[in-house]
């Protein structure tokens, strides 16, 4: 099992940039691949990047390809999400997940998921 925190969110003016973090507790968490959702108000919780265990995959949704990157750091239990060119568009609370297997770009093969935070994007 493993627990997640993000931290990270906050307010922005468009066209600026934030990163944010999630740490994992727990001894195996080079055994999880990764990924970042969110979600705005009224909206589905949606994919926004995805890392396999070892680093070397990741994929993104196309709404942010380009904008942001994700990776991670085994040796500190950290997955990142670097978030440039923000847009408005972009404003939601961002969650970091954990599954087994290979990266997905589907919520629903993640078994583990963080609290969120809100990343607010100003026009």
């Known amino acids: 099992q493993v627990q997640l925190v993000e931290s990270g969110g906050g307010l922005v003016q468009a066209g600026g940039s934030l990163r944010l973090s999630c740490a994992a507790s727990?001894?195996?968490?080079?055994?999880?691949?990764m990924g970042w959702f969110r979600q705005a108000p009224g909206k589905e919780r949606e994919f926004v990047a995805g890392i396999s265990w070892s680093g070397g995959h990741t994929n993104y949704a196309e709404s942010v390809k380009g904008r942001f990157t994700i990776s991670r750091d085994n040796a500190k239990n950290t997955v990142y999400l670097q978030m440039n060119s923000l847009k408005p568009e972009d404003t939601a609370v961002y969650y970091c997940?954990?599954?087994?297997?290979?990266?997905?770009?589907?919520?629903?093969?993640?078994?583990?998921w963080g609290q969120g935070t809100q990343v607010t994007v100003s026009s």
């Open positions: 727990g001894r195996t968490f080079s055994s999880y691949a």
């Open positions: 997940a954990a599954k087994y297997g290979s990266d997905s770009s589907l919520y629903a093969t993640y078994a583990y």
